[in-house]
């Protein structure tokens, strides 16, 4: 049982650690351990929707995933915050999210995030544009999610929620990252290659 504890206590330390160096995607994939529904109070909520939703932006809180690396666990450790959407594009809802990580008594939070749901032919998927202009990033997403295959890979396959996206080396690229997947877009197009799809996937990779 000490053992399970110092694991646990652990991930949470590093987690808390990473809080304040990484954004809340990267927390949010330290995080991924097996984790249970927690308990969070009325007096949590509305801290979090002040330090999250309203004092940044202005906006009220539209839901809280609070969990807990034990069952029935007298408080949480972790919690997901949403804001109400502020905005829509291509019809669907913008809005900020971020996590949150409990040390003791006291919540840090990282930087919200803008988040959107992109519209796939089957599906909703939830993306994340980073420092990109949305509506590009929207388009790029569900444009590659029809080009079927790279290299023998779905492109569909791999884009599975949340891709979170950003700019590349070069202002010609963006870089996608879906949980496993790496994939790089670019916005190059040679115009001796009239038939090839643009934006191009040029790369796709699979993380171990």
Known sequence: MKSMYRIRHGLLCLTTI??????APAVAAVAQTQTFPAKFSRDESML??????GQKYGMALAEIDARAFEANASAANYADVKCRPHARLEGQPLYYVAQ???SAKQWSCAQAELETLVQLRQRQLVMRPGSLD???A???????SGYGYFQAKSLD???????NLGQGETP????????????TVSFWCPASEP???????IFMGERP
């Open 48 to 53: 979090l929707e002040q330090v999250v939703c």
């Open 100 to 102: 949150c990580v409990r």
């Open 195 to 201: 038939k090839t799809p643009c934006p191009r996937v």
């Open 134 to 136: 949305p509506k590009l």
């Open 18 to 23: 990473l809080l304040s160096q990484l954004s």
């Open 157 to 163: 396959a791999a884009l599975q929620s949340t891709c």
């Open 138 to 144: 929207y388009q790029a997403v569900q444009k590659i």
């Open 172 to 183: 010609d690229l963006i870089e996608i990252s879906c949980q496993r997947w790496a994939i």
